[in-house]
C-alpha cells in the first residue's frame, strides 16, 4: 500500500478526512511493491519515395512524435527513415525526383520491418504502473522503453465501504502517488515514486484508541529493472527495489522495504502475422516488508483499534507476489498515432510471515488464509502528443485471516494521467526547389518499386545478400547492413524476385508493383545461408630449404588464433571467403607476417621461408645443465642491484631468452654474517629477479632463494673473507636441451 507525498491531492478531502493525529506509537507506513511495464522493441520503417504530383507542396517539418502505453504514437509531418531501438539519430540526404532532401535516423539491426512497437520512427511510447516501472496498472512488463525516453504520471485510487471490517462502520480511503521514469541505457531502466494516503473511519464505539481520520505520508519508493524483448516477442526482465517508509506524523524515514520481481510476457503481435494486439504477462517476486514497525501496535489493546490502525497505515506482511495480466494494445487513426489498450489483471499476494498479536477470535475464518487477491480490469489511452490517462476499478476477491494481513477492499476506483517524452528527434523531410527540367510534350509514365529486407529465419538482417530480377533487370544490387533493399522502378504488375547468397539462389517471390507507390516486402529464408569457405595449404623452410615446424596465427573475418603446423612444416585450413593476415613463428628463426586472401570454394597455396635468428652475443655469460657463470661479480647497491650491474644483467636476460633450454634458474645469493643477513640475501635475490623480468624473461623460469650467511666459503673475520662471502649463484634447476 503506497502513500503519495502530493498533499494538495489530498486537500479537498479535508470534509471527509480532517487531519487528525494518531494517539498511538509513531504510525506505519505502507509497503506495495512497484510493477513495470515493457516497451516494444523498434524497428526502422523503409523509405516512401513514390512520384510526387505535379504541384510542389509548402515544406513540412515533423513534430516530436509521443507514445502511450498500448502502443499508439503520434505525429504530424512527413516521416522517411525508421529509428534505432536506441533512439540514435544520424543524417543521410539525396534528392529524389521531387527534389526533396530527406533526413532519417540510423538505422539498427535489432529492428525489422513493420516493427509494431515503431510508428513513423519512433519507438511506443509507456506509462509508468501505480508505484514503479513501466507497465500496466499492477503488472511490471519485461520492457524498459526506447533509450532516453522520460515518463511522469499522477494517480489516484479510493473507495468508501459501509460495514467494511466490523459491524456498523464506514470507511473511506483516497491514496495518491507521483511516479517519474528513466531510461538511460537500452536494457535498463530507473524509476521513482513518492506516496500519501488518507484514511477515515467512523464507527460507535465509545472507548475506541485509534484516530477517527489518519494521513500517512511521505513513503518513497525507487529501483531498477533490466528487461529485454526478442524478436519473436517473448520478455524477460527483474526488478530490484527498495521503499523508504515514514509516519503520520514526520516525513523522515523510519524503516526500509525491500522487494524484487521477476517478469515475463509474450506478444503476439510479434508471433502472429497479422500482428494480432494480444499481449500475456505475469511477475512473480518477493518483498521484505517492514511496516508493522513503523508503529507500536502492542499499545493498543483494543482488537479493533488495532486493526483499524493497520489498515489505515497501510501496515502489510512480507510475502510472496503474483501478478497475470492480458492486455489489447490497439491503435486507431490515419497514422495509427492513438492507443487504445484495455487491461485485466489478477493479483494475488501470500504472506510469509505470521502476526499473533493481529489474530482475533471469533471471526469466519478466509478460505485461503494467507492470500490476498483482487481483480483489475481498466483502460489506457495515448490521447495526444505523450499525454496519457487511464482509468480501472479493483474487485476484491480474497482477504487473509488478521494475522497474515489486512483485509482487501471489496472495490477501488484507479485514475491516472501521465506524460512521456523522448527527447530524440523525429525524422524530418524538407522541400527544396527541383531542378529545371526540359518541358515535356506528354506526362512521363508512372512507374512502382519494391522496397524490403532479407532476414534469416530467425527474423536477424542479411547483408550482402544480391538481390536479382529475372526477366525485368538484368542488373543485380546488394541489401545493406540492415538487409534492406530499394529496387529500380518496374511497371505496374508482378515482378519476380530471387535472392542469391555465396553464389546460390535460396529463396524466390514474386511482388506486386503498383504505379506511383512503393511494394514493401520480407523475404525470409527458410534456411540460413552457410559462409562460403576455401582451402589454404601452407608449408616452411629454413634458408637451406629444409622443412621447419611452425605455428600459423590467423585473424580476420571473426577469428584471431594459432594453428600448429605438422612436424615436417605443413599445415591445411578452411577458412571463410575473406581477407587475411598470419604471423608466422618457430623457435630459431624470425618471425614473419604474410597476408593472403581467401575466395569460397577454391584452393591457395602458400610457401614460405623462414630467416634465421642471429644469437645475441653474450661475452661475460656462459652456461650448460650444470649452471651459468658470469665473468664478472653482480654488485649491489644496499639491498638492490648497483647500477654497475646492469649492464651484466641485460647480458644474462639475453642469454636466457636466447636458450629457452634453460627452463628454470635459480638465484641464489649468499652473504657474510654481518647485521640481518637473511632478509638481505632475500632481498637481494629479489632485486635480481625483478630485474630480468623486467628485460623480458619468463618469471615462470626465475626463482629467488635468499642463503644468508648459512653456507660461508671463507672466514667472516676479514675483509677478503667477507667479500668471498658476498656471492650470487645461478644454479639450473631444470633443463631441456
Known sequence: MHRCLVRAWLGGLGALVPSVAFAAPPALPEGEPAAAEPAAEPAPAPADAAAEPAAEPPAVDATPVSADASGGVEASGSVDLGADAAGEVAEASEADGGGRKRRGRKG????????????????????????????????????????????????????????????????????????????????????????????RNERPQADRQDAKAVFALGDVDFGLKAAHRFKNGIGLGGVLGLGLLSGSERLRTSNVNFWFDGLFAVDLRYLTKKQAPVRFAT????????????????????????????????GNHSRVTMRYAVDFPVRVGKRRQFGIDPILEWAWDVSTRREPAFLQPNVKASPLPRSSQWLTIGLRAN?????????????????????????????QIILGLGWTFDPVPVVR???????????????????????????????????????????????????????????????????????EVGGQVVHEATAEVKDGEDTSVQLQLQTAPAPATG??????????????????????????????STDDGRIALELSEGDYRATITAPGFKEKIITFTVKGKSEITVREQLERDAPVSTPNVSGNKSGIKLKKKIRYEGNGVHSDSHALLDELAAFLNGHPEFELVEIGVHT?????????????????????VGKGVAAGRLSAK???????????MTEQGRAKNNRTVLTVKKYGG
Do not use: C
Request: proline letters at 8%.
Open 108 to 199: 539498427d539491426d535489432s529492428v525489422r520491418a513493420n516493427d509494431p512497437g515503431m510508428v513513423e520512427g519512433r519507438r511506443e511510447g509507456l506509462m509508468p504502473t501505480n508505484g514503479g516501472s513501466i507497465g500496466l496498472f499492477y503488472t511490471a512488463l519485461p520492457d524498459v522503453g526506447g533509450k532516453y525516453t522520460f515518463r511522469f504520471r499522477l494517480h489516484t485510487d479510493f473507495f468508501r465501504k459501509s460495514n467494511f471490517m466490523y459491524a456498523g462502520d464506514t470507511h473511506a480511503r483516497v491514496r495518491g502517488a507521483v511516479t517519474i521514469g528513466f531510461t538511460p541505457f537500452k536494457f535498463g531502466e530507473l524509476f521513482f515514486s513518492v506516496k500519501s494516503s488518507a484514511n
Open 429 to 499: 523531410e524538407v522541400e527544396v526547389a527541383a531542378p529545371p527540367t526540359e518541358p515535356q510534350t506528354k506526362p512521363a509514365p508512372l512507374e512502382g518499386r519494391i522496397v524490403g529486407q532479407v532476414v534469416d529465419p530467425n527474423g536477424a538482417p542479411i547483408p550482402d545478400a544480391k538481390i536479382l530480377f529475372p526477366g525485368a533487370a538484368s542488373n543485380a544490387i546488394l541489401t545493406d547492413s540492415n538487409g534492406a533493399f530499394t529496387s529500380f522502378r518496374f511497371p505496374a504488375g508482378q515482378i519476380a524476385v530471387q535472392v
Open 283 to 314: 511477475n512473480v517476486g518477493w518483498m521484505l516488508d517492514n511496516s508493522l514497525a513503523v508503529a507500536n501496535y502492542a499499545a493498543i489493546t483494543d482488537d479493533t483499534s488495532r486493526e483499524v490502525s493497520r489498515f489505515s497505515l497501510g
Open 706 to 716: 635468499g642463503f644468508g650467511a648459512s653456507k660461508p666459503v671463507a672466514v667472516n
Open 535 to 564: 582451402i589454404v595449404q601452407g608449408s616452411v623452410t629454413d634458408p637451406g630449404g629444409a622443412p621447419v615446424a611452425f605455428v600459423l596465427r590467423v585473424s580476420g573475418m571473426g577469428i584471431d588464433e594459432p594453428f600448429n
Open 672 to 692: 657474510d654474517d654481518r647485521g640481518a643477513a637473511q632478509q638481505r640475501s632475500d632481498e637481494r635475490a629479489d632485486a635480481v629477479k625483478t630485474y630480468l
Open 383 to 411: 490521447v495526444v502528443s505523450g499525454l496519457h490517462i487511464d482509468a480501472a476499478a479493483d474487485i476484491g476477491l480474497v482477504s487473509p485471516n488478521f494475522e497474515y494481513g489486512p483485509p482487501t477492499p471489496p472495490w
